[in-house]
């Protein structure tokens, strides 16, 4: 490798199972990225919805071997490829998301197809929380819903790390978007990033807002969360529509007879990146940071983000 590349790393790890607390600091070996592989020096990190259960066990996500460093996305600049990497080159700035693990840490190897180059329209900081959630959104507004240009949407859970982006790949699209966010703070950022109509699933009415949005029905919803009245508002939905949420969701949304519900999963692929960079384009696009923790914070953060935040939190690693 590169002579100016470390030998040693710090990461945040854990060397079993359990809450919070068995997060630690220490130094690993930094990787050796494979033939088809990029290695990054990353500058920031996701933390993920999903990760306190990936930390606990719960959730089987990776291969699990101890000292474990967990973690699916983040950003930064390569500084190594495999030899038979051909998209990308030294000093690249890139963002990535990858099932793998091996984001909280200041170096991770990744899959060339699991890497793309930060679009203009996004802050390099800001795209160390835009792969996983990127995806996810993309996926299920463009694969599931197959969203198109006039549609009423819902999209509930508009304030988190997937909602957020999913508002904004939506109005790309051409749909009008009714929008349930988390709290006062929340309703005011999906009104700065374009929904149509915002509401807060904690104080208003979602069935209401619904029927009042589109007195047709609703062309189809992405679900991201529970919430209070949810499914009220799914009913909304047209006979013939499309209810999509990510797997993980619980309880799963209940529909209506004649309206598919469909769960899915956003992977990673050479293909979906292609499409959100082709989408989100110079921009401009946001990201929206709720809090960035050093890596000592990692236990923190994995505390924090079983809370109320707005979009997602994230590691700063250099």
């Not at 197959?146 to 957020?164: N, P, Q």
């Not at 349930?180 to 700065?192: C, H, M, N, Y």
């Not at 949304?253 to 004649?258: D, I, L, R």
């Amino acid at each position: 490798m590169n002579p100016s590349i470390p030998e040693t790393m710090r990461a945040a790890a854990f060397d079993r199972f359990g809450g919070p607390e068995v997060l630690h600091t220490e130094s690993l070996p930094v990787p050796r990225p494979g033939r088809h592989d990029v290695l990054i020096r990353l500058d920031l990190a996701g933390v993920g919805v999903w990760d306190p259960d990936v930390r606990s066990g719960a959730l089987p996500l990776g291969r699990v071997r101890f000292p474990r460093v967990i973690g699916n996305d983040g950003a930064g600049v390569v500084v190594a490829t495999g030899t038979g990497v051909s998209r990308f080159r030294l000093g690249d700035h890139v963002y990535a998301y990858s099932l793998d693990g091996g984001f909280y840490a200041e170096y991770v190897a990744v899959r060339e197809d699991n890497v793309a180059a930060i679009p203009s329209g996004v802050d390099p900081v800001e795209a160390g929380a835009l792969g996983a959630d990127g995806i996810t959104a993309l996926c299920g507004l463009d694969e599931e819903l197959r969203v198109r240009r006039g549609d009423r949407l819902l999209i509930f859970g508009a304030s988190g790390g997937v909602g957020h982006i999913a508002v904004q790949l939506a109005k790309r699209l051409g749909a009008q978007v009714l929008a349930v966010a988390s709290g006062r703070d929340g309703v005011e950022l999906v009104q700065r990033l374009g929904a149509d109509v915002a509401i807060d699933g904690h104080r208003d009415d979602p069935g209401e807002a619904a029927r009042a949005f589109a007195p047709d029905g609703l062309d189809g919803a992405l679900v991201l969360t529970d919430g209070r009245r949810r499914d009220e508002a799914l009913a909304v939905v047209k006979k013939d529509g499309r209810v999509a949420y990510p797997r993980g969701v619980d309880p799963e949304p209940v529909v209506a007879s004649g309206v598919q519900a469909l769960p899915y999963d956003g992977m990673p692929e050479r293909e979906a990146f292609e499409r959100l960079n082709r989408l989100i384009g110079p921009g401009p696009f946001h990201v929206e940071l709720g809090h960035v923790y050093s890596l000592d914070e990692a236990a923190r953060a994995h505390r924090d983000v079983q809370k109320h935040h707005l979009g997602k939190l994230a590691l700063r690693l250099h």
